[in-house]
């Protein structure tokens, strides 16, 4: 299974948060989505799993 990576840096924000989060997609969407609401005062929402999900990037893997 491809893991995957959601990279707060290439969204802007006030904290110039340079977080990125790796794993399997449900748990990256987790994270990424506690994170945004924690720390960047999102709400949680349908809405915003999918926004993520949707930013998700394949892992680039270092052979």
């Known amino acids: 299974m491809t893991r995957k990576i959601a990279d707060c840096r290439k969204y802007p924000s006030v904290s110039n948060c340079t977080l990125t989060i790796s794993g399997e997609e449900e748990e990256v969407v987790r994270a990424a989505t506690e994170h945004a609401v924690s720390v960047h005062?999102?709400?949680?929402?349908?809405?915003?799993?999918?926004?993520v999900r949707a930013?998700?990037?394949?892992?680039?893997v270092s052979v």
């Open 55 to 60: 930013s998700l990037e394949d892992e680039k």
């Open 41 to 51: 005062e999102h709400t949680d929402s349908p809405e915003l799993r999918e926004q």
